[in-house]
């Protein structure tokens, strides 16, 4: 089985990453212990320990909660990032996001607010609502 490196855990299987196909759509809450990739129509809310790609053809609407986050795709909602949230050029967020750093590619639309978010804030975020 392929393995590759997260910052979760050094050796986790290809396998075990969350995915959301470009021309799916899906409605609700997500919890995941490992990484996501959406690259289809999302609502809800997506909590996980892992890592979030927001793939180009991906739109998000609701809050994400992840440990690090690459975005190509287009977000409306609250985004919370406990390291790096990595916007590329095509990019868009719509809304409220926090991180604890943030990287932005020349061209990313970025309409809201945007503030610094402690490790207290992100463990009280990463719990799934009962």
């Known amino acids: ?20 196909s470009a021309g799916s759509t899906l409605k609700g809450n997500f919890y995941s212990e490992t990484d996501i990739r959406v690259d289809g129509l999302f609502e809800g809310d997506i909590i996980t320990k892992g890592k979030t790609v927001i793939g180009e053809s991906a739109l998000v609407r609701g809050t994400i909660v992840c440990a690090k986050a690459d975005v190509w795709g287009k977000i409306e909602g609250k985004v919370f990032v406990k390291d790096l949230l990595d916007l590329k050029s095509s990019a868009s967020i719509d809304g409220e996001f ?33």
């Open 1 to 20: 089985m392929a393995k590759y490196s997260t910052a979760t855990d050094p050796q986790i299987n290809i396998n075990d990453i969350s995915r959301l």
């Open 98 to 130: 926090h991180f604890s750093r943030l990287q932005v590619e020349i061209g990313a639309g970025i309409t809201g607010t945007c503030s610094k978010i402690t490790d207290t804030e992100f463990e009280d975020r990463l719990k799934p609502a009962a």
